[in-house]
């Protein structure tokens, strides 16, 4: 069964520091999307990606925060200038073909820490 | 008017027992509620969902009732198994892709056995 993957699934930075999260989402799916889960609260959504160009962002997503399709299989999430609050579960998911239900499959996540 | 209230944030059930997790929206324009199970360290993953032109959905033990004019949507589990036990989110969305998942604060489920 096709799933998105992500990587790294730990990721340990200094505050300050640029990262890059990575994921490969299922490969016939047309959309892209990022989410973090801070400890132990709920999901929230922070961009959504499609035809190359954001289609939607939350407030959660300024400046620090950019993304990226750099090929034809890499979704890429980077944080500019880590905060200690961005310590959390980032997940990727995917959905599928133009105008269908937006059925999303999440990846299993890469936890950041901001030290 | 983003919001999905969900309750209770944490239920036990017995083993043979059903759970029951309630949500409520305020966004008229939501018309996709799918619900999320998530183990701990693992990513959610996507359970069943409905769109509010039925009102019950079910898929072997776990079914959806859904009340539009109450904006409510609960979940049921029959015959809960200590396997079930996780957390469990609610969404929901405007329903086409490309769309934000506005997802309740979650309900973690404990079955005893």
């Known amino acids: 069964e096709p799933e998105v993957t992500q990587t790294p699934s730990h990721q340990v930075t200094q505050m300050g520091q640029e990262v890059i999260l990575r994921c490969v989402p299922i490969s016939n799916h047309l959309y892209f999307y990022w989410y973090r889960q801070i400890l132990g609260q709920k999901v929230e959504f922070l961009v959504s990606f499609y035809n190359n160009e954001i289609s939607e962002k939350s407030e959660i997503f300024d400046d620090q925060f950019s993304v990226e399709r750099p090929d034809g299989s890499n979704f890429t999430l980077k944080i500019r200038s880590t905060k200690l609050e961005d310590s959390a579960m980032y997940f990727c998911?995917?959905?599928?073909?133009?105008?269908?239900?937006?059925?999303?499959?999440f990846g299993p996540g890469t936890r950041l820490t901001v030290l | 008017q983003q919001q999905v209230k969900q309750s209770p944030q944490s239920l036990i059930v017995q083993k043979g027992g059903i759970s029951i997790i309630n949500c409520a929206y305020e966004n008229t324009a939501f018309d996709y509620f799918p619900w999320y199970q998530q183990f701990p360290g693992k990513g959610p993953a996507l359970l069943i969902a409905i769109r509010p032109d039925v009102s019950e959905k079910k898929e072997g033990r776990f079914t959806i009732s859904f009340n539009k004019s109450a904006k409510q949507f609960s979940l049921h589990i029959m015959d809960s198994q200590p396997g079930d036990s996780a957390t469990y989110f609610c969404a929901a969305s405007m329903g086409s892709n490309g769309t934000a998942l506005i997802f309740g604060k979650g309900t973690t489920l404990s079955v005893s056995s």
């Open positions: 998911a995917s959905s599928g073909s133009s105008g269908g239900t937006n059925t999303q499959y």
